[in-house]
């Protein structure tokens, strides 16, 4: 079975710190993980791919294997990275399943 | 359109009765997808169609829940007598081919499914 965790349902930070969203995941096999992002009023989004290793909108994400963890980072947050961010895995088995983690609402305040 | 297009936008209905929801992906996407997010939750696989068939309905939860994309373009998810734990936001999503590993699903806004 796949699982993903994301310890922290909210995240409050300051803007021009440093952020850190949790993910956590569960899979016997070789994933491969995702940032999905929901602004207010928008639609699901992807944010970024692990696979392409690389920063969107400053955010960078590291796939930890040992850890098997996938956290979300920003060194300075901005107020308009507000959103709901879920972090997402695809086990390889399914073309069409991708398995959610419960989501983090991130508050950048002024 | 320039995106996945949804209706209704919200249900509102009794326990009991019959619901249909419809789904426009983007033109030319081959894949679509039906996810169901409960309150609190994140989004949770529910079918996938490539073409006009359904490769994947292992998320539907029980013999109520249906779908449908006969001319492989717009789809409609139908449950049959809905209770009150069908409550949920029903996500739509298209995507130009099979997940693979890009993982781009592109998402409607969904249809806010509320059963009294």
């Known amino acids: 079975a796949q699982r993903v965790t994301q310890p922290e349902k909210l995240l409050s930070v300051f803007k021009g710190a440093p952020v850190e969203l949790k993910c956590n995941y569960s899979?016997?096999?070789?994933?491969?993980l995702f940032w999905y992002v929901q602004y207010s009023r928008q639609r699901l989004q992807l944010l970024l791919r692990?696979?392409s290793r690389e920063s969107i909108k400053g955010f960078t994400a590291d796939l930890n294997k040992g850890e098997t963890s996938f956290h979300l980072k920003k060194p300075f947050a901005q107020e308009e990275d507000s959103a709901m961010y879920y972090c997402?895995?695809?086990?390889?088995?399914?073309?069409?399943?991708?398995?959610f983690g419960q989501g983090t609402i991130l508050t950048v305040h002024p | 359109g320039a995106g996945v297009s949804q209706t209704p936008s919200n249900k509102v209905t009794e326990k009991g009765k019959y619901v249909e929801l419809r789904c426009d992906p983007i033109?030319?996407?081959?894949?679509l997808y039906w996810y169901r997010q409960s309150l609190g939750q994140g989004p949770e696989f529910l079918i996938y169609?490539?073409?006009?068939?359904?490769?994947?309905d292992s998320g539907l939860p029980n013999d109520r829940f249906f779908a449908v994309r006969p001319e492989g373009s717009v789809s409609t998810l139908k449950i049959q007598r809905t209770e009150r734990g069908d409550s949920a936001v029903y996500l739509c999503?298209?995507?130009?081919?099979?997940?693979?590993?890009?993982?781009?699903?592109?998402f409607g806004e969904g249809s806010r499914l509320t059963v009294l």
């Open positions: 999503a298209s995507s130009l081919d099979r997940i693979t590993n890009t993982g781009e699903l592109f």
């Open positions: 899979y016997s096999g070789s994933p491969e």
């Open positions: 692990h696979i």
């Open positions: 997402a895995l695809w086990g390889g088995t399914s073309y069409g399943k991708l398995t």
């Open positions: 033109s030319g996407h081959t894949a």
């Open positions: 169609f490539q073409g006009t068939g359904a490769a994947d």
